[in-house]
């Protein structure tokens, strides 16, 4: 289960003034020390950039990849700004992401094929709400899988995110028990062997204590490692769901286990 870094994100008001003056360190700073947390990919959530997007964009790359070799996933819904960031990517790209949702099928679906890169489907209505249930989700993968085939790209450019529900809503638990479920199906239902991933920090959103929603994370990032989770996305400086997750992936490890896995 690779660890994707959740951190740099437009909303963080140091990272928001870094990308309007074009100032690399802030961002350059928050990479690094994401890396030494022990990120395997940096997530770069730019918003909508609604001005001037193609060159806050490809700065954002740009300022990330001098000081990373790692993947890289450009998070945003403005098309020219992820073409920018496609463009100017020298390291491994993933495009985060696609739904069925008409214009996202039309302006963003085929920059994957375009930039022969790897692009992550949410399993959302085309009106972006989220699922009730298992057979709701999966019901949706079929349907997501006939576009992105459509699209005319290798099985292996596609991974699925099944939406993580808030434990706060109606009925968020137990969504959240069944997307586990939905991991485990998806290769049987799709025919492939269908790489996943999942916003662990959706898990919490909303008003509670602190110390209960990391508890909670702690005891779901386990669940989805036994499902078969391929990549999470998280805050990547809650150390104890970290050492968490590293622990999963030692257990998992078809190689021979040492401690300094862990």
């Known amino acids: 289960m690779l660890l994707v870094a959740d951190n740099l994100q437009i909303t963080n008001l140091v990272i928001e003034k870094a990308v309007k003056d074009l100032n690399p360190v802030p961002i350059q700073e928050m990479v ?11 997530d770069i959530n730019s ?31 403005n098309p020219k700004a992820l073409e920018a960031g496609l463009k100017m990517s020298k390291n491994k790209t993933i495009i985060n992401g696609f739904s069925l949702e008409p214009a996202k099928l039309e302006f963003i679906l085929p920059l994957a094929k375009k930039y ?34 459509k699209s005319g790209m290798d099985n292996e450019q596609l991974i699925i995110d099944p939406v993580i529900a808030p434990v706060m809503w109606e009925n968020g638990n137990i969504q959240d028990m069944e997307i586990l479920s939905v991991i485990r199906n998806l290769p049987d239902l799709l025919g492939f ?20 929603k990391l508890l909670l994370e702690r005891a ?43």
């Open 32 to 42: 690094k020390k994401c890396q030494a947390a022990g990120a395997d990919a940096i």
């Open 47 to 77: 918003g909508p950039l609604s001005r001037d997007p193609e060159k806050k964009m490809a700065f954002m790359v740009e300022s990330v990849q001098e000081v990373t070799n790692l993947p890289l996933l450009l998070d945003t819904t």
């Open 116 to 149: 022969n890169t790897r692009i992550i489907g949410y399993l959302l209505y085309p009106n972006s709400h989220v699922p009730n249930d298992e057979s709701q989700r999966l019901n949706i993968a079929v349907e997501l899988y006939e576009e992105f085939q």
């Open 193 to 212: 062997p269908v790489k996943t991933i999942a916003g662990i920090s959706n898990l919490t959103t909303g008003a509670g204590p602190k110390d209960k």
């Open 220 to 262: 779901y990032v386990p669940m989805l490692a036994a499902a078969g989770l391929d990549m999470a996305l998280m805050n990547i400086f809650h150390s104890d769901t970290i050492k968490t997750a590293k622990a999963c992936n030692a257990l998992y490890s078809k190689h021979i286990f040492t401690w300094a896995e862990i």
